[in-house]
């Protein structure tokens, strides 16, 4: 079976520091990988997705970045963390050959407040 | 512009109760159409998703509607119970080729069931 993680949890960080979250998924090879940010009270916001290792799309322009070193590891950046990065932060994966019936699959998320 | 939104924004009903959620979207080419479920500190779980031919798609307790001529869905929860509490988000899902389908995702609808 399938399976996904993220780590930490919730992490509480102080403007202007670094930001690493990361998320590995188990069971699948070659998913589709996303990173979301669900502000309070806000909508999913797709902020990365990633076909392959290496390749990486931005939907929207931000201080965050992503990078896929491998298959199956996905992680969400930033140099620099602003107050408005607070919020619940997502990763999900899809299957690769889904259909147009796919479904994504989320991690238990990271909670992050930037003070 | 896709767009998704969800009523009612917030509920609550007594549990045992009926209720329905409403989901009206402009998102085209349509491909699918998932209700999830969002328990509060968690990531989104898949309940039903339904395809253009589908009308209709039941997972236990959870019944979804689905409209393609006027864009509406509906999820009508039935006996709820006080695990039903939760945000339900709609999902709709644009039929673009390749490794991504666009997708949108409505804002929520956060049920709350009391005793």
């Known amino acids: 079976s399938q399976t996904i993680h993220q780590w930490p949890a919730t992490l509480v960080q102080p403007v202007g520091s670094p930001l690493s979250l990361e998320c590995t998924v188990e069971?699948?090879?070659?998913?589709?990988l996303y990173w979301y940010r669900q502000a309070a009270g806000r909508g999913l916001q797709l902020l990365f997705y990633?076909?392959?290792?290496?390749?990486i799309s931005s939907e929207v322009p931000q201080n965050l970045s992503a990078s896929r070193p491998q298959d199956r590891q996905f992680i969400l950046s930033s140099k620099k963390l602003l107050l408005s990065d607070s919020g619940f932060y997502l990763c999900?994966?899809?299957?690769?050959?889904?259909?147009?019936?796919?479904?994504?699959?989320f991690g238990p998320g990271t909670r992050l407040t930037v003070l | 512009k896709n767009q998704v939104e969800q009523s009612p924004q917030s509920l609550i009903i007594l549990e045992g109760k009926n209720c329905t959620l409403q989901?009206?979207?402009?998102?085209?080419?349509?491909?699918?159409l998932r209700w999830y479920k969002q328990d509060t500190g968690r990531g989104p779980v898949s309940l039903t998703i339904?395809?253009?031919?589908?009308n209709t798609k039941s997972n236990g307790r959870y019944t979804a509607t689905l409209d393609a001529d006027t864009k509406q869905s509906s999820l009508h929860i039935t006996a709820s119970q006080l695990s039903d509490s939760a945000s339900y988000i709609c999902?709709?899902?644009?039929?673009?080729?390749?490794?991504?389908?666009?997708?949108?995702f409505g804002t929520g609808t956060k049920l709350q069931v009391i005793p």
């Open positions: 990633s076909v392959g290792i290496g390749q």
């Open positions: 989901c009206n979207y402009t998102v085209s080419p349509f491909s699918n």
């Open positions: 999900a994966w899809r299957p690769l050959l889904a259909g147009n019936t796919d479904t994504q699959y």
């Open positions: 999902v709709v899902s644009a039929g673009i080729s390749g490794g991504y389908q666009k997708v949108t």
């Open positions: 069971g699948t090879s070659n998913p589709n």
């Open positions: 339904m395809t253009f031919s589908e």
